[in-house]
């Protein structure tokens, strides 16, 4: 994994570092646990999404009042939103990109 900024927190020490503490748990090298995270994150988006969905789904069988549907729509949009803005920061910042050797 070539990563200035996963370097730097290497040398630096820093424990908080969730690729860092796969790869150590794991015993494995960093770009297998940089894998390792991203299938993480695209296993917990896949959830949310279908999490709105059995949430729409419970909305229409319990017939809610307008103002409850507005809000859980808008909770629901907000929540797509920080996944499709995740999923594009994670796939375009230098910083999680796995180097393929």
Request: with cysteine; net charge negative; proline share 2%.
């Amino acid at each position: 994994m070539e990563n200035n900024c996963f370097t730097q927190e290497l040398v630096a020490g820093e424990v908080a570092n969730l690729v860092s503490l796969i790869s150590k748990e794991e015993g494995c090298s960093y770009n297998k646990a940089a894998k390792i995270v991203t299938q993480m994150m695209v296993d917990n988006c896949k959830e949310m999404q279908l999490a709105a969905i059995d949430l729409n789904e419970y909305c229409k069988i319990h017939e809610l009042p307008t103002a409850q549907k507005v809000a859980i729509e808008h909770y629901i949009a907000c929540c797509n939103q920080w996944v499709s803005a995740s999923h594009t920061f994670h796939s375009q910042s230098p910083r999680f990109q796995v180097v393929h050797a």
